[in-house]
């Protein structure tokens, strides 16, 4: 257990895994704007009485609970967010923008738990633990504009831990919730998502609900990978790359059926703490000598080809 908290890793994946959630914050706020200015906004519902009273009790709160009607404060928080967000995938004073990315997040997010799912509480979570991650300036020692600290590049297990640990608490009790639904135990459930993809997603799946035995295997796949396949089988060296492939072909799936790109997102990066120095590392350059290849073709004489002598 020692080893397993305590022992030094790289914190090369935990600076790639800050750049790619601040870049996954900014699509985030930029595609949620509407709803949270729907909700807090100048005019928005939290002035119209259509929240209950008492909504900020039991440990939620948001900044807007002491604005008033008209206030300019949905504008501060949100431009607040979005900058924040932008430094902290550049790496930019971590440890100061990670604690207002957090601030502002949760202040956003809160007054959509009236009427929308957990999915925005997850990147809530996220962005909490993100601060934790930075406030030691262990997130931008790699793939940061400024380094927040000197050292040799490592960083305590633990702080991967926390999101390793809260990842497989996702999956697993989101299939303990499913194992005590009737459609999800008689293995009907994919009948009605397939069904709905003829009118809500851009490809239209529900041929598939003419074959019951598929749809039950799609079914308790699903149930499976969620309460065992995922939260035992990734902390094992030899089936790791294996339930990470897995699981980015799973959740672009969902985005595909059921057009949940904001919860497919947040999964995938998460996905980025359970890789090694190593294959970050091949992540990265293989990024960079893509990209240099593009430029070095976009910069080239027009008509210039390589087997022209």
Known sequence: MDRFFHERLSSKPLGLFRLLWGAFLVFYLIDGWWVMHLYSGAEGLRYQGWMPEGRYTNGFWSLFQWASNGSPWFELVYGAALLSAVAMALGWWVRVTSVVAWVCL?????????????????????????????????????????????????????????????????????????????????????????????????????????????????????????????????????????????GVAFHLCIGILMDLAVFGGVVIVYYVCFLTATETAMIVDGVLNRIKGFKEWWLSPVGKTDDVK
């Open 106 to 246: 949760n202040s956003l997010i809160t007054p959509l738990a009236w009427g929308f799912a957990g999915v925005d509480f997850i990147v809530s979570i996220m962005t909490f633990l993100m601060m934790v991650a930075s406030l030691g300036g262990h997130s931008a020692h790699w793939y940061a504009l400024r380094r927040e600290s000197s050292g040799d590049g490592t960083a305590p297990a633990w702080i991967y831990r926390v999101f390793q640990v809260q990842l497989c608490f996702i999956y697993f009790f989101s299939g303990l919730w499913k194992v005590a639904s009737d459609v999800w135990q008689n293995g009907t459930a994919m009948h009605f998502a397939l069904g709905w993809t003829a009118s809500s997603s851009r490809v239209d799946f529900s041929l598939i609900t003419q074959y019951p035995v598929a749809n039950a295997i799609l079914t308790h796949g699903v149930m499976l990978f969620e309460l065992s396949v995922f939260p035992f089988l990734i902390w094992f060296a030899g089936t790791r790359r294996w339930v990470l492939g897995l």
